[in-house]
């Protein structure tokens, strides 16, 4: 079993209109700005992970700056997941401070939906340390089993269009606060996993998964060797961040980086299953 826990998926309308988003949503046309920058619908995805051999994959939307577009999106999520119910395992995007976010919350819970995410807070207006604002939203996803999949960056290295300014210290701090809600912090949570290997902060993110998605842009694949030694191998999930990176490529790092077969499979779905309660 192989599941990509980290892949995006867009309405066909907005794929095929995409300079008029360019031109309306600032968050979108700074990633999708350059016609390089490949997008893809529910069809496109499920293709691509028979070309590729994958099993499942975690669809998730996008971070609008017009709340009907994360509404109409959703929706479309929820469909493609009726279509392809053993392939795809819905998140849907809600930006947490937005007046109707806790209905959307509930809509989606009731459609569904696995997850919430991915979650830019850059992108979506809001602080992981504003532990007062986001409290109501991060308690009703754990009150309805929902993971929160977020965008943390590297404090270092490379810049890059969607990188943004959440550190591994304001994931810290937010899991810290929030020790009943599931979060995934996606790219290795911006490096916040090595610091597993102090115990004090290997105990209190207890509550913390990360994922690999954009490995290959970010990190030398030794890492995958490096993650799978320490505490942490139970609570790493293999993700590439679809359609931004090719599928194969993400595919082929991992299996050329020399990992025995029990960690494999831990990494490339075992540990997303059990997270999600999928079988096996």
Known sequence: MIIDFHTHI?????????????????????????????M?????????????GVDKAVAC???????????RT???????????????IGFANIPPLHPRALDELERCADMGFRGIGELKPMGQGFDLDDAGGLAPFAEAAASRGLPLLIHISEPVGRQYAGKGYTSP??????????????????????????????????EELANVYYDCSANPYLYDSRI?????????????????????????????????????????????????????????
Not at 40 to 52: F, I, K, Q, T
Not at 172 to 199: C, N, Q, S, T, V
Not at 235 to 243: C, G, T
Request: glycine share 8%; net charge negative; proline share 6%.
């Open 61 to 71: 939307g996008f971070a609008w700056d017009d709340f009907d577009l994360y509404v």
């Open 169 to 202: 210290g304001k994931a810290y701090r937010f899991a810290k606060r929030f020790p009943d809600l599931k979060l995934i912090y996606a790219h290795w949570g911006g490096g916040l996993i090595f610091y597993e290997l102090m115990p004090d902060v290997h």
């Open 40 to 52: 893809a619908s529910a069809r496109g995805l499920v293709g691509e992970m028979d070309r590729c």
């Open 224 to 280: 995958f060797t490096l993650v799978m030694e320490m505490p942490v191998r139970e609570k790493v999930l293999f993700a590439s961040d679809y359609p931004l990176l090719r599928l194969d490529d993400c595919l082929d790092e991992v299996a050329g980086a020399g990992l025995g077969d029990q960690p494999y499979q831990a990494l490339m779905g075992g540990n997303a299953a059990a997270l999600l309660g999928e079988p096996a």
């Open 74 to 88: 959703n929706d479309y999520i929820a469909d493609a997941v009726s279509r392809y119910p053993d392939r795809l």
């Open 10 to 38: 867009f309405p066909p309308e907005i794929i095929e209109n995409r300079s008029k988003y360019i031109q309306d949503q600032k968050w979108f046309s700074r990633l999708y700005g350059n016609r390089n920058a490949r």
